[in-house]
């Protein structure tokens, strides 16, 4: 079966800097979404990539998919405390079942 | 345009008591998922509905059922309750081949 794994589990920086969250499969990506957590809340979706080497962007988060299709890349520019959040990858093909990695929970500090 | 409602908000239950959550899709979505997230966790799958049959099933025991009405909405059964039942539940709908949009959860307490 396939898994997940998300690098740094915690991450806290301070508001303004750049950081990068990694997800890296198991097994080969046909799809890949990101999505966002605030505690104990619904998951938001951010970005889905499919295609090996492709790159999405949405305000200051870009996202990527490396080409070989096994890792991706979550980065956030000039973070702002609207960032702050627990940060979830999942693998899946359209519809299928999401496998889901454990998260990346992300502090901004002022 | 509303997006996936769930109910209830919160829960407590006892250990061996039963317990229902409901799911509303995103209007338009034929699909519902339902996904456990215990604490510091990643969602875990449970199962999917579509045109009222569970599709798909993760590693979840009998005691999770299901069942999707014919205006797509969607309950979880959870039977014979243990402690480790505790976490937060998660409805997410889509379209049969699109991306998922989640719920904001019920928070289900076994005492």
């Known amino acids: 079966s396939q898994e997940l794994e998300q690098s740094p589990q915690s991450l806290i920086v301070q508001e303004g800097k750049n950081l990068t969250i990694n997800c890296t499969s198991s097994?080969?990506?046909?799809?890949l979404y990101w999505y966002k957590q605030k505690y104990g809340e619904g998951l938001i979706f951010l970005m889905m990539?499919?295609?090996?080497?492709e790159e999405k962007s949405h305000e200051k988060i870009t996202a990527k998919l490396d080409e070989k299709k096994q890792q991706s890349s979550l980065h956030i520019t000039a973070s702002q405390p609207s960032h702050a959040g627990i940060y979830l990858c999942?693998?899946?093909?359209?519809?299928?079942?999401?496998?889901f990695g454990q998260g990346t929970r992300l502090t901004i500090n002022p | 345009d509303a997006g996936v409602t769930q109910s209830p908000t919160h829960l407590i239950k006892t250990r061996g008591q039963q317990v229902t959550l409901r799911c509303s899709p995103k209007?338009?979505?034929?699909?519902v998922s339902w996904y456990q997230q215990a604490l510091g966790q990643g969602p875990q799958f449970i199962f999917q509905?579509?045109?009222?049959?569970?599709?798909q099933r993760g590693n979840f025991p009998d005691r999770f059922s299901g069942h999707q009405f014919p205006n797509y909405s969607s309950e979880l059964n959870v039977n014979a309750l243990l402690l480790g039942d505790s976490a937060l539940y998660l409805c997410?709908?889509?379209?049969?081949?699109?991306?998922?949009?989640f719920g904001p959860g019920t928070r289900l307490t076994v005492l």
């Open positions: 997410a709908s889509s379209l049969l081949t699109d991306t998922q949009y």
């Open positions: 097994k080969t990506l046909y799809g």
């Open positions: 990539l499919q295609k090996g080497g």
């Open positions: 999942g693998a899946g093909q359209g519809a299928q079942k999401l496998v």
């Open positions: 209007s338009g979505h034929d699909t």
């Open positions: 509905y579509y045109e009222e049959e569970e599709r």
